[in-house]
């Protein structure tokens, strides 16, 4: 009998590529409205080189901290679970057989052979399938918060990298247009392929990246320009 090949899902992405996602483009948009917001101030050139290197080190820092405590969080929340489940295990297996069987019967199944998967399963792993169909936890969602640091740190410095290259390339009153212009079609670029990537619309998901960078940006700029020292 032939061997069907393993079918991969698109969940089999959900923890690097939100980490991933965010982290881009939270480091274009981030970079580009400091550097913005800092030329609008009408200040030099090198200041705003300066600006926007320090907000790339900076929000990828962040980036990875901020994930890392978060997922770490939810890390220590599974694994409470899974000792508290763990525990009821050793104190009531029957009470646990009764319990994974009537998640069955109301996902759909006869009662009887409820009880039959509950207790092949259970012999097989008990808290394994406790911890899939009772609290939810699988391989392939469960929290990584490593995974989810590195990805969001690397993520941002790449996406800051973009509108930190046309700052380096463009000067005086080209800078604004160009930064704000290449970051725009970077936004949607990265909205277009992360849609993709999770099986969404890619037209939407462009729009709706772009519309809050553009958003972020002008009035980012606003506030440099109306607290600027002037030319």
Same mark, same amino acid.
């Given at each position: 009998?032939?061997?069907?090949?393993?079918?991969?899902? @698109?969940?089999?992405? !959900?923890?690097?590529?939100?980490?991933?996602?965010?982290?881009?483009? *939270?480091?274009?948009?981030?970079?580009?409205?400091?550097v913005l917001g800092v030329a609008a101030a009408h200040t030099t050139h090198s200041n705003v080189l300066v600006a926007g290197v320090a907000g790339l080190v900076?929000?990828?820092? =962040?980036?990875?901290?901020?994930?890392?405590?978060?997922?770490? +969080?939810?890390?220590?929340?599974?694994?409470? *679970?899974? *000792?508290?489940?763990?525990?009821?295990?050793?104190?009531? *297996?029957?009470?646990?057989?009764?319990?994974?069987?009537? /998640?069955?019967?109301?996902?759909?199944?006869?009662?009887?052979?409820?009880?039959?998967?509950?207790?092949?399963?259970?012999?097989?792993?008990?808290?394994?399938?406790?911890?899939?169909?009772?609290?939810?936890?699988?391989?392939?969602? @469960?929290?990584?918060? !490593?995974?989810?640091?590195?990805? =969001?740190?690397? =993520?941002?410095?790449?996406?800051?990298?973009?509108?930190?290259?046309?700052?380096?390339?463009?000067?005086?009153?080209?800078?604004?247009?160009?930064? =704000?212009?290449?970051?725009?079609?970077?936004?949607?670029?990265?909205?277009?392929?992360?849609?993709?990537?999770?099986?969404?619309?890619?037209?939407?998901?462009? /729009? @709706?990246?772009?519309?809050?960078?553009?958003?972020?940006?002008?009035?980012?700029?606003?506030?440099? +320009?109306?607290?600027?020292?002037?030319?």
């Amino acid at each position: 009998m032939p061997v069907r090949n393993k079918e991969r899902h @698109r969940t089999e992405r !959900i923890g690097w590529l939100r980490a991933a996602v965010l982290g881009a483009n *939270d480091g274009i948009l981030s970079t580009s409205s400091l550097v913005l917001g800092v030329a609008a101030a009408h200040t030099t050139h090198s200041n705003v080189l300066v600006a926007g290197v320090a907000g790339l080190v900076a929000g990828a820092m =962040s980036m990875a901290a901020g994930e890392y405590v978060s997922v770490h +969080s939810q890390a220590d929340t599974e694994q409470a *679970d899974l *000792d508290l489940e763990r525990a009821e295990l050793k104190a009531d *297996d029957h009470g646990e057989h009764k319990e994974l069987a009537a /998640i069955y019967v109301a996902r759909g199944l006869d009662p009887s052979l409820a009880k039959q998967v509950a207790q092949q399963l259970m012999a097989r792993d008990a808290l394994g399938a406790h911890a899939r169909d009772e609290l939810g936890i699988s391989e392939t969602v @469960r929290a990584r918060p !490593i995974q989810a640091a590195l990805a =969001s740190a690397g =993520s941002f410095a790449v996406g800051a990298a973009l509108p930190l290259l046309v700052t380096v390339i463009a000067s005086g009153a080209g800078l604004i247009p160009l930064v =704000s212009g290449t970051s725009l079609a970077f936004l949607a670029l990265l909205g277009g392929l992360a849609a993709r990537a999770g099986g969404a619309g890619v037209t939407m998901g462009a /729009i @709706r990246v772009t519309f809050w960078g553009a958003l972020a940006m002008a009035l980012t700029a606003g506030v440099g +320009s109306l607290f600027g020292t002037g030319p």
